[in-house]
């Protein structure tokens, strides 16, 4: 098995054993890469640290900072912006090859790029990010405004497309390159974020955001105004938020693209939700439900009428899960009709319909509407205000099955939720069958994943039994080039599962505190909480303890489970 960055930087006594402990913990968080935590902490410079990360990825290493002259008509080979805003500096050129310096692996897919753009072989070599920096200002310059006037001018017509590159303004391409990427990349999210000496570009991968990169400052506006034309968003208008939608066609991949612009204080920042519509859905089993719980969903939505909702918090997952069941329950002879909004999947045998508030098209009056329709099941995308919650509620006490989402941290939060919103608890007692709660965590890669011995600390963080799993093996997160050196790849979902029997509805009926209510349902086995379902996929090796406290329990509850489990 190939050795971790902190393994070689270990063996080639650039770290101490305990330096590697204290970066580890520093980086623990999932915001800060093992090298970005060393250099932080200052235990390595920063050419030695970037020597090692060549090596373990198997790259040459550059050293910029020698003041070796490269030749100008390697310079010239790459365009000035490019290099600029790629952070990419042609090196050498071998046996016809062109090499190009770069201070982060996975930027190898924009050589890989380049290597169209300038017509031949392009290969990487790794240099240290502030000696790159240094040598692509000497070589380069600083950008010229010349381009940023080209690039506003050439965003239209066909440019609005973000397929051919040929022949588009700068700006076109690099949002362009940034959509190939972020796709490439798997990521879920891209978060353009302007300041004042930079423009910060991140991709949320698997549910971590990474820096991917910065921009010259004055970049922000045209990128962030190409950005409003594709969305059809008013570019002129810079102090409100605003919403829009982007529909791309990348390498015969169709992309849909919800947007929303903040206005802050260096500038407008934009979250772009990206959504690819030829991935088929996901079934209820590759979500992660098995055994008792997969049972107990299936026996929950089989049932003829009621009200079963999925809560969390956004991006949780809670869209795909009733996706998931809408296709168990999809045959000939159901009629299923979906209030959503956006509609994110567009599926076989049943009725869609996208809510369009500024037409008045509400989630409550799509509902009214679907109840004359005869349907058996009803989705409604989120429950957002008393008015469509109680038209839930009568739906399903008329004889329909209703599914639908609500943003609470837990399952039993979802009953008080409802009360709070204005529904009369008797109606909650009665119509609400089952709520599960969600969340998603990553996965261990296939390919590096190692195991260890579990700790003390850990199984009572997890709330197992010392004398049952004392000797139980657990996942290590290593890092490889297959998932970028995290250790992870893909995303599981984590499940609270909540069943409402006859002592549970009565004392909603009475408004029993959400205390009471979780004391209750977990006295009962009614509750099947978070942190035992994540217990269960750290046991089976197919995420780490660390990924479970990190989305299933907080750090003050994690302390107080541990003392109550020693006293």
Partial sequence: MSQTLGELLVLQGLLT?????????????????????????????????????????????????????????????????????????????????????????????????????????????????????????????????????????????????????????????????????????????????????????RFRIDGILRDIADHPPHLAAPLISRLKIMASMDIAEKRKPQDGRIELDLKGRPIDVRCSILPASHGEAIVMRLLDRSSSLVSLKQLGFEGEDYAWFKRLISRPNGIILVTGPTGSGKTTTLYAALGELNRPDVKIITAEDPVEYHITGLNQVQVQSKIGLSFARVLKAMLRAAPNIILVGEIRDLETAEIAVQASLTGHLVFSTLHTNDAPSALTRLIDMGVKPFLVSAAIQGIMAQRLVRKLCAECAATRRISSAEMRALGLDERVHSEALVGVAKGCRACEGTGYRGRLGLFEVLELDENLREMTFRNASLDKLRATALATGRLRPLIADGARKVLERRTTVTEILRVARSAEQVDQGARGATA
């Fill in 17 to 201: 054993q305990a330096q590697f402990r204290e970066a580890q913990a520093l980086q623990r968080g999932g915001t800060l890469k093992l090298e970005e935590a060393v250099l932080r902490l200052g235990f390595v410079d920063e050419a030695s640290l970037y020597r090692v990360i060549a090596k373990s990825q198997g790259l040459p290493f550059v050293d910029l900072s020698t003041g070796k002259k490269i030749l100008q008509a390697l310079i010239e080979r790459i365009p000035a912006e490019f290099a600029r805003e790629q952070q990419v500096l042609p090196v050498a050129e071998r046996a016809g090859k062109l090499i190009i310096a770069i201070d982060d692996p996975l930027k190898r897919i924009v050589v890989d790029q380049l290597a169209f753009q300038v017509g031949c072989e392009v290969g990487s070599a790794i240099a240290a990010p502030g000696a790159l920096r240094a040598a692509i200002a000497t070589y380069y310059g600083e950008a010229a405004e010349a381009d940023v006037a080209r690039s506003m001018a050439g965003g239209s017509g066909a440019a609005d497309r973000a397929g051919d590159e040929e022949g588009d303004a700068p700006i076109v391409r690099l949002v362009t390159r940034m959509f190939n990427d972020a796709t490439t990349m798997r990521a879920s999210d891209i978060h353009v974020e302007p300041s004042n000496t930079r423009v910060r570009v």
